[in-house]
């Protein structure tokens, strides 16, 4: 006989946002806490619901019983625990006694080969709804909670108050007590949509842990997040709305119990006055309402909102509720917007005077100063030329940086932190003077996070990389100290920016060299530039081990570390060595493992060289072997800036030789100068190899 | 006769009616500028300790950045909240709130009432809850917490604060585009607007709070009541150094309005509020017994 459990945890209103997780942690706890039970079940049918009021675990076909349980117990050795004619010793004995059996109880086993004392202890299983009944509430304590809360005098904690607790197996009760709740098979229905007592909704005596979904339902609840995504999607679908914004989606299901979508529309006047991106935003942003665009059309004047109680009585009263708040606010932002357009850009840009911004690097208009000189920086050292180029030729990217955080200071930003930089853009678009610049206004925010776009217009990700480079400076120059996952300053996030961005346009950027220049406008003199050089290259690291995790070559952790240093010179170059070095590695493993030992050695050799000091430059005459002569050809005639996989070939055939060298030279002869020169001549070479990779941190192993 | 409009001032008279059927004293403003009614003695002091507490009062709320001289139908420099505390926080308190809406006429049948996530964080007090914002038809219409901290401190019990945007509510009700329309009374065949009592008032603030503030006299004034803040503090006197405190973060607004406080400084000066308010808080704990008092 087997049956299904159920738990339902009917709760205050549980944030949205959290619920997915908590369902997933629900699940999970189960599992782990079931495994150690004797408990047989269908672990793969587990399943979880949820709405925002109720958390919803079902375990089908749990077995009735416990499995009984035989532990053989471990006493002493025979060789302490036997005499001589086979009869128990005193200390067999008193094992028996302390563990409360009596001596006929006692046996002898072998133990990982060796004869022990033993006893077999036998526990009975017992019903599942008694273990049910001590574990369930160890299980909803055991959850990790994103937020808690106390409330009332209770001293624990939980994500939302509990009100009511069903815990059925099968058709029985399985009680327990928690938060002075008493877990029973009472439910509550939809809070407003059945007809209760109170606004906890009406009471629903459940009759088995299997019917619980579906009474509910019978009162304007669907339990099953699935269900109610289909409802609201066909919905969606109906009003022409196909393509919506998932986190907005995910969180309205949440957000309701028995989802109805209503259209409400807004003034034609709104639409005239206002750009799309500040319609949308109001929108979603505050209302959760979803924009509804036509083919050819785009923004219609409508919103589409998934209300939780609607009746034939009430719908249009709740039409109307919501059309008027979304009047409100977009005549609010109508207002800021009229009220900001009335200015020029670079109005706004003179404010930025009034805003002091980080202690001990000015003012906003500071900043953008700055900014206009790392991005002159940049583009020097990157080696740019806009002038042949049609759409660049014009930019004057100390003008771009004037207008870059301009829109900070507008009514629309200062109520819509979310639009910086769309704002901008957009404000610009408005004026000829300030048009050209408009587009790379809207990119420097970018990337906001993973799998978002990047800067794809030139100036633009110069002015995305000059903003990051310039605030991981002032951040750490002011005594940030990145700790943990968390990045509330966000550092991270910053430094992942330019290593995408980069990569992402194939720039070859010296990393420290800009770091150095960003210091030098600060002007303060270097304070934690050693912490922040680490922070670079821990993130550096990461991310090229990410980026081997995701890109089409999946080169692994140790390869990625052995390019560190080209990345922070060439973050596309470094992957590139990366992914033809692993092909190699894979393709020709004999052939890589002699270029890597070659290389080690040849590396360990020249750190001795270095530890020497400065070493005169190689003299040919001081050679004794052909080897030597052979090498020092190859390497003059060894072309670095020629790069592709075959080159790893080529590494190959050196190698060969080295082999050879290695034979037959003695690299520290006991004649001094033939010792240094031999030195210096594998310090060259060592610059050889360390431009493909510092093969000492490869794994060499198939 | 004009067919009968429940005006502001019955939503307030009906609210008080309801909630001291709940058991909550109805007491008055405090008379101190201050940003919200959270910021009342009545919720600060005394949603910390271990005494019940059951408190309904309307406060006006000051948040001189917000104003708009009266041109924007929905923001205020000075406006109310309808304010409810109780401690410990009731088990169906929900349901006492969605009660209390039917009382100002607004039926649970009628409309789709959500408790949207929204949890609360007062830098300047050291307080911090959680729990929501009450959409009522996607309007935003009470703000609805269970307190954590205060000063600084647990709150043990936990208190659950109500806070009803009663404008809001009231233009809902009334069905008015413009706060300044709102109906505050009426008598007879004669109406006075929420407009009549206060435009004037606005308009007149925003052109102190954003352009004629006499910054350097604010500046002196919040050292002075800094200083009278902590004198008070000295001689164990928390009502009267609450007091103070509030004219501190009352003066710090009007600073920030007039748009000389910059962004480092601002941090500055909320973390002084916050220190002053934790000591606030602390001395009156030690005053009702309930801290250790210092040797």
């Not at chain 1, 302390?98 to 033993?118: F, P, Y």
């Not at chain 2, 059951?54 to 139908?73: C, K, L, M, Q």
Request: charged fraction near 25%; aromatic fraction near 12%; charge should be negative.
């Amino acid at each position: 006989m087997s049956a299904t459990y159920c738990l339902e945890l009917g709760c205050e209103e549980i944030p949205a946002r959290f619920i997915e997780q908590l369902c997933i942690n629900l699940k999970l706890k189960c599992i782990e806490a079931l495994a150690k039970q004797r408990v047989t079940c269908d672990v793969d049918s587990i399943q979880t619901y949820a709405t925002y009021r109720r958390l919803v675990l079902c375990v089908p076909n749990m077995s009735a019983k416990q499995e009984d349980e035989q532990l053989l117990v471990k006493g002493p050795p025979v060789a302490i625990g036997l005499n001589d004619d086979g009869s128990y010793t005193q200390a067999a004995l008193g094992f028996a006694k302390k563990s409360g059996i009596s001596e006929k109880d006692l046996c002898i086993k072998a133990i990982q080969g060796k004869d022990h004392v033993c006893f077999l202890k036998e526990t009975l299983g017992q019903e599942t709804p008694t273990v049910l009944a001590k574990l369930i509430p160890e299980i909803i304590l055991s959850l990790p909670l994103p937020i808690n809360m106390r409330w009332a005098d209770h001293t624990t904690s939980f994500i939302r108050p509990i009100h009511w607790i069903v815990s059925l197996y099968g058709d029985q009760v399985v009680p327990f007590d928690l938060f002075g709740v008493q877990a029973g098979r009472v439910s509550y229905a939809h809070r407003m949509k059945s007809d209760g007592d109170s606004s906890l909704g009406k009471s629903v005596h459940i009759t088995s842990s299997e019917t619980l979904l579906s009474q509910l339902e019978e009162h304007y609840v669907l339990v099953d997040p699935n269900v109610r995504a289909k409802r609201i999607k066909d919905a969606l679908a109906s009003e022409g709305c196909d393509t919506y914004d998932e986190a907005l989606f995910k969180e309205v299901v949440y957000l309701t119990e028995w989802p109805k979508l209503l259209k409400g529309t807004f003034d034609d006047r709104f639409s005239k006055g206002l750009p799309e991106f500040v319609l949308i935003e109001c929108m979603k942003k505050h209302q959760r309402y979803f924009p509804v665009f036509q083919k050819g059309k785009g923004l219609l004047p409508c919103f589409l909102v998934v209300a939780d109680n609607v009746t034939d009585q009430n719908k249009t009263t709740i039409i109307q509720g919501n059309q008027r708040v979304l009047a409100a606010r977009l005549s609010d932002a109508l207002f800021y917007y009229n009220q900001d357009t009335a200015q020029s850009l670079a109005s706004f840009a003179e404010k930025l005077k009034g805003v002091v911004f980080q202690k001990n690097c000015g003012t906003l208009y500071d900043k953008q100063a700055r900014l206009g000189i790392i991005m002159e920086f940049l583009y020097a050292h990157i080696g740019l030329n806009f002038k042949n180029n049609n759409d660049y030729k014009d930019v004057d990217l100390k003008r771009l940086a004037y207008f870059a955080k301009a829109d900070l200071v507008t009514q629309m930003v200062v109520e819509f932190p979310s639009l910086q930089g769309k704002v901008g853009a957009h404000y610009a678009s408005k004026k000829e003077d300030t048009f050209k610049y408009h587009e790379f206004i809207q990119e420097q925010y970018l990337p906001l996070g993973l799998g978002s776009k990047l800067p794809e217009l030139a100036p633009g990700a110069l002015l995305a990389l000059a903003d990051r480079f310039d605030m991981l400076v002032y951040s750490f120059f002011n005594g940030a100290k990145p700790t943990g996952s968390q990045d509330p300053l966000g550092l991270r996030r910053a430094v992942n920016g330019i290593f995408r961005i980069l990569n992402h346009h194939q720039w070859p950027c010296d990393i420290m060299a800009v770091i150095d220049q960003c210091y030098e406008l600060i002007a303060k003199g270097n304070a934690h530039r050693d912490r922040l050089d680490s922070f670079i290259k821990a993130r550096f690291q990461a991310l090229l081990v990410d980026e081997g995790k995701s890109g089409d070559t999946a080169y692994s952790y140790d390869i990625a570390d052995s390019v560190l240093h080209l990345a922070l010179f060439n973050v596309r170059k470094a992957i590139n060595h990366a992914c033809h070095l692993y092909e190699f590695k894979n393709d020709a493993f004999e052939k890589f493992k002699l270029v890597s030992e070659t290389a080690v050695r040849v590396h360990r050799l020249a750190k001795k060289g270095h530890e020497l000091g400065d070493l005169p430059q190689v003299q040919t005459p001081l050679f004794e072997h052909d080897i030597e002569m052979d090498l020092y050809d190859t390497i003059c005639k060894f072309n670095l800036d020629k790069y592709d996989k075959d080159r790893f070939e080529d590494l190959n055939k050196i190698a060969e030789k080295f082999t050879r060298y290695f034979d037959d030279v003695l690299v520290m002869a006991e004649n001094d100068a033939v010792k240094k020169n031999r030195l210096r001549f594998l310090i060259s070479w060592d610059d050889v190899f360390l431009k493909f990779a510092n093969f000492e941190t490869i794994v060499v192993s198939q | 006769m004009t067919k009968p409009v429940r005006t502001f001032q019955d939503i307030i008279a009906q609210l008080h009616a309801f909630w001291s059927e709940e058991g909550c004293l109805i007491l008055h403003p405090f008379d101190v500028q201050k940003g919200a009614g959270t910021m009342s003695p009545y919720t600060f002091l005394k949603a910390l300790g271990s005494a019940p507490w059951r408190v309904a009062y309307i406060e006006p709320s000051r948040r001189p950045t917000d104003g708009r001289y009266a041109e924007n139908p929905n923001r205020l420099q000075h406006y109310f909240q309808y304010q409810v505390i109780m401690k410990p926080s009731p088990e169906d308190i929900q349901d006492r709130y969605i009660r209390s809406l039917e009382a100002i006429g607004i039926s649970r049948k009628n409309h789709d009432i959500r408790f949207v996530e929204d949890n609360w964080e007062s830098p300047t007090l050291g307080a911090w809850g959680v729990g929501w914002e009450v959409w009522l038809d996607g309007m935003e219409v009470t703000q609805f917490t269970y307190f954590q901290q205060c000063g600084g401190f647990d709150c043990k019990p936990v208190s659950v604060e109500i806070t009803y945007g009663i404008e809001r509510l009231c233009m809902f009700i009334q069905n008015k585009e413009s706060v300044y329309d709102l109906i505050w009374q009426q008598h007879h065949d004669s109406q006075v607007t929420y407009g009549d009592v206060y435009k004037q008032f606005e308009i007149e603030h925003c052109h102190y709070n954003f352009n004629d503030a006499s910054e350097a006299r604010l500046f002196q004034l919040f050292e002075i009541y800094e200083a009278e803040t902590n004198h008070c503090l000295d001689k164990k006197l928390a009502y009267p150094a609450y007091e103070y405190c509030l004219k501190c973060s009352h003066t710090f607004n009007l600073l920030d309005a007039r748009g000389v406080v910059s962004v480092s400084e601002r941090t500055a000066y909320i973390l002084k509020i916050r220190t002053l308010a934790r000591r606030c808080a602390e001395t009156y704990l030690r005053s009702i017994g309930e801290l250790e008092p210092v040797s």
